[in-house]
DNA sequence: TTGCATAAGTTAACAGTGTTAACTATATTT
DNA sequence: AAATATAGTTAACACTGTTAACTTATGCAA
């Protein structure tokens, strides 16, 4: 029948399979709730067949940990057509920022969860985090182009690009995990601002072209 | 009365003998180590017991969450002594970062996770986030001081507050989390930093100062 | 064709988790 | 003494990741 047909036709790429149903229970309910057992229900296939594919749900959260990195790869892509250095590195950020806010959880499975990247160190040849440094080396080019362009004069290149990122992830997380809104719902100050991390990251820009 | 208050006073002890006993786990192994089943063997009581004293194990995580608030608040006593208001912004931020280091745990539990600040919502008269914002409002407290001194000029003290907040926070989970120790092993612009996060804080306030 | 090795997938289980309904034993009140 | 309220327990539900042991199907050499 159609079920069996595509049954067979999952069994040519199993291991992609698996992963599609990871990723589509992982959109829609959450990394959390996407477990092992669920994810064997979607592809119709008992649990246990997951792991003659992958290691542990550790390495299925990898594999989609490098998904969300092809993502926000594609959307720095644009970057490539802002001439200006500091007017790149704004742009840098506010993709940044739209990718975490719009993708809260590949942001968390990229950036927060300590399962993905903890994964590597354990299997691998001491495999480096080869995204992450990827998309910090884009920042590092960024920021060094700033300061070729008379930004951030006597700073040292990596410890601004810490600085950027940490500001931008910060910003992210407090926001997505709720910490911000719990906050604006009283202290008065947050109140009137529409939108606050907008706003903030707005307010930072302004304070990195001012410094002297 | 008095065989009444004895037994309140009773409740009130095993109340906190739960929380003790859930301090100590998730001091010694962590929050998700921290079981309920654990916690009540214990102290020797039936894990059903808990849910006497406590509605769920958000409300554990709240309550530990609030204790590592009044750390947090101790810690920052040191604050008063410290007359110029950029010196006493610097050291508040030092001590932010130390304090998370040091009690990765507890900085988890107030900074990171959803749980206990999500029980806020689901409980109570729409209670607020007390614990955070009195922290952000010493924070607000300092920047204001700042900018009377003469920094962050024609900048909004709120945005400039969540931007300071923000960037500790990024480096502090980014560094908890492994982030940066992963990308840092072999990057070598990273590699040459013998202390990342205590440069790039330095690196932080001599942006700040600078701002013209 | 028979016999066998290998691969692919399954069943059943282990050791946990948070949480709840229903029960018991004890102490207090009527 | 009987009724009731309190404190705590047992047993269960519905989950979780993961593993050992089993079955079934396939391809290949004798």
Known sequence: MGIKERKEKHKENLRQSILDAAKKLFLSEGYDATSIRKIAAEIEFSPTTIYLYY???????HALHVEGFKLLATQFGV???VKDPFERLKAMGEIYLRFALENSDFYELMFVL???????KGSCVYENWEEGEQAF???LYNVSACQQAGYFKNLDTTAVSMIAWSTLHGLCTLKLHGHIDHMSSHEPSLQQMEDIVKQSYNTFM???????
């Open 55 to 61: 290691k542990d749900k550790a390495e299925i959260a």
């Open 79 to 81: 970057l490539q057509f």
């Open 114 to 120: 300590k399962e993905p990247i903890a994964h590597l």
């Open 137 to 139: 080396q884009a920042l």
């Open 206 to 212: 302004v304070m990195l072209e001012r410094i002297k």
